[in-house]
């Protein structure tokens, strides 16, 4: 379990980039971390491996404080940036060298996460492309079996039948004993894979739920016109007409669309605050 | 365990598979040094190089392996983005495997490098150009040797003790190593000749005691080393006293105690580095 309390963080001489946050992120799920570019997503996760230190509050990933940087908390968790360093070894000796490090590092895995992502082994990762590199360290990074995997825009780069196999790959992968912290500006690409999600704005906590919670909230919906959708949150000019959210008051079931929630979070932010910290104001817009 | 051989040795097995193409580089940078430097030299000298002159090319070799180490040491450390920074290694082991690298493994490679050039560079002057060399290749190994504990001082100084102004560092380090050539070249020459300018020949050819003898000499304050070298007659026993705190005793162990404070410095300024990248 990950505990995260009264967090605060600024970089040197500048302004607080999450400001008293609290989370608590629970094994067996997979939690997508959405915000715009520059709002602290890279920075928590930082906080998380250990890379970054906070100003103020206290973190605890698995009983471990990552700021101590024991090797008890490296052995539990894996933290792929955006942007990887590609040094001039093969991704297999890549694997050979870095693999040792974790006691449940498993090579088959790798070789076939390699093969799904059609990533040569023998490659030196130095001359793979960003959405290569990226692919050969997803591959090392889901085979290491560690109970807490932080991927920073995981996806960035690669083409759609990668990003598809990348799903897969973890959908079937997420073991009860992991948990899965994935950083991403681009919604789609998380949709049906999350099982919860956090948005952040302005140094704060706006959403944390799950998306059960979240379909038991909105309801996500198509419609010609606008007028006569009762309890409209947001909407969305679109080909067919609107993509609407409304309050789920017939608890009707839709498949929640990350992209509309975030939007509609970024237009409404005390709105959608209330909502998910369980004090409901409902504020009509539109 | 905060140490593991096999945790240790596989570092050192990843570092050498992450920047083998640095240290090949810094190999035949130097190597290159070396070679232009005694040719230069050879041009110079043509009937046959003496000491000083070999003093110089090592020493300046020996700036390169300062200088290149400064390279090295840093990117051991901090390189690879995040993968080596989270890997599963202690802070201790990271920095010990840094510290072996760049202090003993590459200056060592080096040292031999440049030893070897220079013997074949010998072997190729005196057989096949029918040149002289008053040098012997137990003179060069000091001449290497001893920059190399300096390097340790000035290399201290630069990446441990102050964070920021490169170009103050840069002087400062220069400084420093020309005070402590000073002191460890003509201060240990002029100490183990008992305080005189040793007339002539390297003092240092009879540096090849054992290590014991630092610690016996005579009540006037000289060890065994110095004695020897003074008289040329040996050292009588009769004149033995325990003398553990001789000026040059001292220096080995400041040299030392420096060695090993480094290694702690550079530990929690690694961790520091590490956590305010």
């Known amino acids: 379990m990950i505990s995260i309390k009264n967090v605060s963080y600024a970089y040197r001489g500048k302004e607080k980039v999450l400001n008293d946050v609290n989370l608590q992120l629970d094994m067996g799920k997979v939690y997508g971390l959405l915000g715009k570019n520059g709002i602290g997503k890279s920075t928590l996760l930082g906080l998380l491996s250990g890379l970054l230190f906070p100003g103020s509050g206290e973190i605890l990933v698995g009983g471990n404080e990552p700021g101590k940087r024991q090797l008890s908390f490296f052995r539990e968790i894996y933290y792929l940036p955006d942007n990887p360093d590609a040094p001039s070894i093969s991704a297999k000796n890549y694997a050979k060298s870095f693999g040792k490090f974790y006691p449940d590092f498993n090579p088959d895995f790798f070789d076939e996460c390699l093969a799904k992502f059609e990533v040569s082994p023998g490659q030196k990762l130095s001359n793979l492309s960003h959405g290569q590199l990226k692919k050969a360290m997803l591959a090392f990074a889901l085979s290491t079996n560690v109970p807490y995997i932080f991927l920073d825009e995981p996806t960035n780069g690669l083409d759609i039948t990668s990003r598809k196999n990348f799903n897969k790959l973890l959908a079937g992968m997420v073991q009860p004993f992991q948990c899965i912290v994935i950083s991403s500006h681009q919604m789609l690409e998380l949709n049906n894979l999350v099982d919860h999600i956090i948005i952040l704005q302005d140094d704060k906590v706006l959403v944390n739920s799950s998306i059960e919670e979240i379909g038991h909230k909105l309801y996500f919906n198509i419609v010609k016109q606008l007028e006569g959708n009762d309890h409209l949150v947001y909407s969305e000019n679109i080909l067919l007409g609107y993509a609407i959210i409304q309050e789920n008051r017939h608890h009707l079931s839709s498949p929640v669309n990350l992209e509309m929630l975030f939007n509609a979070a970024m237009e409404q932010p005390d709105y959608f605050a209330s909502l998910f910290s369980g004090h409901k104001n409902i504020v009509h817009a539109v | ?277």
């Open chain 2, 1 to 277: 365990m905060p140490f593991s051989l096999s945790r240790i040795l596989n570092l050192m097995r990843l570092h050498w598979n992450i920047n083998r193409k640095i240290f090949t580089w810094m190999f035949i940078f130097l190597s290159l040094l070396i070679i232009g430097m005694l040719a230069f030299e050879l041009v110079i000298e043509p009937s046959g190089y003496n000491q000083s002159r070999i003093q110089v090319i090592l020493i300046a070799s020996t700036i390169g392996i300062c200088f290149l180490n400064i390279f090295i040491f840093k990117p051991l450390l901090q390189k690879e983005g995040a993968s080596l920074l989270i890997l599963p290694a202690s802070l201790a082991e990271k920095a010990l495997v840094a510290f072996i690298i760049s202090y003993i493994i590459f200056p060592a490679c080096c040292i031999i490098t440049g030893m070897i050039i220079i013997k074949l560079t010998d072997l190729i002057y005196i057989n096949y150009l029918g040149g002289i060399t008053d040098t012997m290749i137990y003179d060069k190994f000091q001449y290497l040797v001893a920059p190399y504990l300096r390097f340790c001082m000035v290399f201290t100084l630069l990446i441990v003790f102050i964070r920021k102004y490169f170009y103050v560092k840069l002087g400062l380090g220069i400084l420093v190593y020309m005070i402590s050539t000073e002191i460890v070249d003509n201060g240990l020459a002029r100490w183990i000749a008992g305080g005189k300018q040793p007339p002539g020949d390297s003092p240092r050819r009879h540096m090849d005691l054992p290590v014991k003898d630092l610690f016996v000499g005579d009540k006037n304050g000289l060890n065994k080393i110095q004695l020897q070298y003074n008289t040329h007659n040996g050292f009588h026993a009769d004149e033995t006293v325990w003398m553990p705190l001789n000026y040059m005793n001292i220096m080995i162990i400041l040299f030392l105690l420096l060695l090993i404070f480094s290694f702690y410095i550079g530990y929690k300024r690694t961790q520091e580095q590490e956590l305010t990248r």
